[in-house]
């Protein structure tokens, strides 16, 4: 699960920054707020990646996907790779666990069998 979830984040990490970028032309934003946000959303995104598997890391997923769909209030383009990368994020979460548990699965059929290597089998 860890490594489809970390694709998924650093995905993101550089949409942020190019969603920054189209932010930057509203004049309605200063260049400061714009990139105090987006950094820490970037950073988050990195963040992330190293504690997904702990509790509540999938949690904390979420609430970024949210914050990603509501930055499209800002850049209106967001809203539709918001709920990309939230779609991105529920298959990364939900197939990422299927594969964890075929592997738990295989290494116990493995310990069972009595082989020490997968290819032995």
Known sequence: MRTLCASTLIGEFFVIGFAGL???KD??????TVWTVSGIAMFLCLAL????????????????QAALVASGFVVP??????LLF???W????????????????????????????????
Do not use: N
């Open 22 to 24: 189209v932010a930057m």
């Open 27 to 32: 004049p309605d934003l200063s260049m400061s």
């Open 49 to 64: 990646c190293g504690v997904v598997t702990r509790p509540g890391g999938v949690a904390l997923g979420w609430a970024l």
């Open 77 to 82: 383009s967001m809203f539709f790779l918001g």
């Open 86 to 88: 939230a779609a991105l």
């Open 90 to 121: 529920w298959a990364s979460v939900h197939y990422g666990k299927k594969i964890d548990e075929a592997k738990a699965r295989f290494a116990a059929q493995a310990v069972e069998s009595g082989s020490s290597t997968p290819d032995a089998a």
